[in-house]
């Protein structure tokens, strides 16, 4: 079975600032994709970026990008320059990378707020 | 590419009713889809897996009678709330799967908000 982790209900920033989000999982499968999502107040999940289990390196996409450690079992998610429109949920996801008909698996969400 | 709609955005019914929302992929083919419910301030949790052709698999606790799933074609999937009660309020996210545009493999689409009253 999957799992994520993520233990920051909400988190707080101020503008122009990087802010890093946690997220840690557990999983058996040895070939998996870690995701992270967007939600804002509309609802609509937005893709941010992607890291395989095998990537030697971190992803990045634009300001955002993946800490992945392996060992430790995190990916956590890292914005640089804050800006007010990044104010939403954040959640983290993992699927097996083998098998696109596999469902996402998602963490409970991290509440962001970036500040004026 | 790789655009999932539904339909409608919202609803608002009364108790009793029932209501049909639609997945739809606008610009490629999706053997599977996905129906995700997600309470306020929770997360995704999966309800069911809709596969072109046939029966649905429903995630545990899932009543298939009250949520019926049809994968009737290549690009749509519908989920009837049959008999909504107060507590089938929520917000419904199908979601796509593609091979096609590479990762994250399955796309969204923007999610309909049912109330019943």
């Known amino acids: 079975a999957q799992k994520i982790t993520q233990t920051q209900p909400g988190m707080f920033v101020q503008e122009k600032e990087a802010v890093t989000l946690d997220c840690t999982y557990d999983t058996s499968d040895q070939s998996y994709g870690l995701f992270w999502y967007k939600q804002p107040s509309s609802g609509e999940m937005i893709f941010l970026i992607y890291q395989g289990s095998y990537d030697e390196q971190n992803a990045t996409e634009g300001r955002y990008s993946l800490n992945f450690q392996k060992a430790r079992k995190s990916a956590n998610l890292v914005i640089s320059a804050s800006q007010l429109g990044d104010s939403a949920m954040y959640f983290c996801a993992m699927r097996p990378t083998d098998n696109y008909g596999q469902n996402f698996v998602f963490g409970p969400g991290t509440r962001l707020s970036v500040l004026p | 590419g790789a655009v999932v709609s539904q339909h409608p955005s919202w609803v608002i019914c009364k108790s009793g009713t029932s209501v049909k929302i639609e997945c739809r992929s606008l610009d490629f083919q999706a053997t599977t889809m996905f129906w995700y419910r997600q309470f306020p301030k929770q997360s995704l949790m999966l309800m069911a897996t809709?596969?072109?052709?046939?029966?649905?698999?429903?995630e545990q606790g899932v009543e298939k009678d009250k949520f019926l799933i049809n994968h009737a074609s290549l690009t749509l999937s519908t989920l009837t709330v049959t008999s909504a009660h107060p507590e089938d309020s929520s917000f419904y996210i199908c979601?796509?799967?593609?091979?096609?545009?590479?990762?994250?493999?399955?796309?969204f689409g923007p999610g309909t908000r049912l109330t019943v009253l």
């Open positions: 809709s596969n072109e052709g046939s029966k649905a698999t429903y």
């Open positions: 979601s796509a799967m593609s091979a096609d545009y590479g990762e994250p493999g399955q796309f």
